[in-house]
């Protein structure tokens, strides 16, 4: 948990997650609680602590959610940024989710977070669509970008959820 909390309490890291940075260490837990807890009952899970070699303390998370969507998700404490770490993590894990034969992953990021489009081309991700959102729980309209990669050999399938939710949807020439 304190190594969670790390994480969750800096307002840069959490500026582009789906949540507001922890205050505390109850908040911390509730988040585990509320948002991680279940995924390791689930049969086929994926989340995972990211480590340093070095002292196997957690300094970030990676998962991908097992809902429709399988969106790839990830986290790192500010001072460990740049370094590639997530990269080197989130490249472990699509070797993970081909090798149990998941047909597709797609993940999102806001267009004003380049760096996190950066890690999905990284791993072989190709960017699909933009949409807005009206983004929860933080009430402000949010254009995200639309990464996915098949693992099925079907190039042509894109996931469209998250296009026909939105009003406002594009193809930008990135």
């Known amino acids: 948990m304190e190594a ?17 940075p922890a205050k505390s260490m109850e908040e911390a837990k509730k ?3 509320e948002k991680y807890a279940s ?19 957690p300094i970030g998370y990676i998962k991908v959610d097992m809902e429709e969507h399988h969106d790839l998700g990830y986290g790192l404490r500010k001072k460990f940024w ?8 989130a490249k472990a894990v699509v070797e993970q989710v081909k090798k149990d034969k998941l047909l597709y992953i797609t993940a999102t990021h806001d267009i004003n977070n380049p760096r996190s489009g950066s890690v ?30 098949n693992f099925d050999g079907n190039a042509a399938f894109v996931y469209k959820k998250y296009w026909n939710e939105s009003d406002n ?6």
């Open 39 to 57: 995924k390791y009952t689930q049969p086929q899970r994926y989340a995972y602590a990211i480590c340093l070699k070095e002292d196997n303390f």
């Open 82 to 89: 740049h370094r590639g770490i997530v990269t080197e993590a």
């Open 169 to 174: 949807h594009f193809i930008e020439k990135l």
């Open 120 to 149: 999905m081309e990284k791993v072989g991700m190709t960017y699909r669509y933009s949409y807005e959102e009206q983004w929860q729980p933080k009430n402000f309209p949010v254009i995200f970008r639309m990464y996915q990669l």
């Open 4 to 20: 969670l909390f790390l994480i969750l309490k800096d307002e840069e890291v959490n500026k582009f997650l789906p949540w507001y």
């Open 31 to 33: 988040f585990y609680e």
